[in-house]
Every structure is written in structure tokens, then in C-alpha cells.
């Protein structure tokens, strides 16, 4: 979302903060999407649900990103690798693509996150959510600071390509640790903590 202006303009999109809008209205629509299905879907599934199709997404646009060469400082749009597509049949992917994973994103990762409150004890639950907050908005400040130096260091395909895999490790985790809350009261919830296995089945 941060750069998505900077990802079009360097695939040659005409107006790139005009097709970057198409990400936000994306996310916009699917958060609020998210809203009406989460209590009936289940937090913990949703996450397993959507987590396939940001991994999906992110692989899709390093497979769009291996046909085009960025451009130098001198150039003004980005050529194509020899025996390459037109790179307009890439930008396009790629453009699907991020729009695809923001969708998959904003229904799962984008909300359930905010909806942590709910593990903790009641004694602890103001300070496990503040604790929560910091380590997700700390998640967010790292991935913005290092994104553009890792397009630079390990170029685009490969760096859509490691975040699929964060995604891939993310879905492990949750499958293994992260309990369903969906139904339960907030005492409930809590308890699930009290269990060796997090109340996971």
C-alpha cells in the first residue's frame, strides 16, 4: 500500500497514484467484506483461508516481475528481458496480482490482528494488547523501511518471493498455535491460553 505508486510507476503505468487506487479501493472493499464474514467464518480460519491467496498473490507478482527489466535513472519505463511478453502483459499480472493479495490481505491479516484483545485475561489484557499493538504496527514499520532496499538488493521477483514464504511460515504458525475464539465469551477466550496447546485441535 505504501509503494504501490512507486511499483506502477516503475512498470510504466501512465497515471501510477490513479492505479494504486485500485489496490486501496480493493482493500477498502474486502475490509469491510471481512467485517460482515469473520464472526461467521471464524478468525482462526479466515486466516487459514485468505493466507493461501497472499502467498499466491506475492509469487505472482515475482513471476510478472521476472519478464521486466527496471529501468536505469535514464530510462522512462521499464523494458522487457529478451524473449520476454510486450511488458505490458506483465504489468498487468503484476497489477492483478497486488491487487489479489491486498483482497486476500484485508479479509484476514487486516483484521483479525485488531481482534487479539480477546486471549488475554482480563488482568493482563489491557498490557498483552498494548504489547500486541506495539509488535504489529513495529511488524509494519520494519516491512516499510526495508522494502525498497530489498527491490534494490535482491530484485523484485526475489523479494515477493520471501514474503510468500513469511506468509507460508505465518500460515504454519497459526495452524499449529492459533486458537478459534469465534462463539466463545471473552472468559472463554482467555482460558484458551490456559491450555498447553492453546486450545488448538
Known sequence: MYYSATIFTLLGFSTPTLTSLVVAVTNFIFTVTALFLIDRIGRRRILLYSIPFMA?????????????????????????????????????????????YVAAYAIGLGNVPWMQSELFHLSVRALGSSIATATNWGANFIVGLTFLPLMDALTPPWTFTLYAVICAIGYVLIWRVYPETTGLSLEEAAGLLDDDRWGVR
Open 56 to 100: 499466491a498473490g506475492l509469487l505472482l507478482s515475482a513471476y510478472g516481475f521476472s519478464f521486466i527489466q527496471l529501468p536505469s535513472s535514464s530510462e522512462a519505463a521499464p523494458s522487457t528481458t529478451e524473449g520476454a511478453p510486450s511488458s505490458r502483459g506483465p504489468a498487468l499480472l503484476i497489477l492483478f496480482s497486488i491487487t489479489a
